[in-house]
């Protein structure tokens, strides 16, 4: 189960870096709110990937469920529940704010990472 994958490892450097970037410079209405989180639950994919060998479609329905959950807890305030409200790492991290539009940014990042699986299977 447990298997280090170099290549996903690099990938998922490579969106940490991108998340961090975006975190920090871009202030518009479509790529941190959006494509941010696009990213993110790519970036979580990915980066469980770099360290255990499991199937696409599981690991890609646990990410979606984890990033879903985490932003149902945004609609019940738990950064506030916790305690962490004056965290500025909590507070991008965790999120503070529920959006629909957020949940259609995780699906349609693990559509695009089921594709690419697919895609490389197909190769193979």
Known sequence: MFQFQLKYFLISVFLLSTEICIAL????????????????????????KAFFSLPALSLAIGVLLFAYLIEILQYFNIVNVLGLQHSTIARVIIGTSFEWTDMLAYTLGIVLVLFLEWKTLRRV
């Open 25 to 48: 410079f871009a202030h518009d209405r479509f790529i941190r709110p959006f494509f941010g989180d696009f990213l993110v639950v790519i970036l979580i994919y990915y980066f469980i």
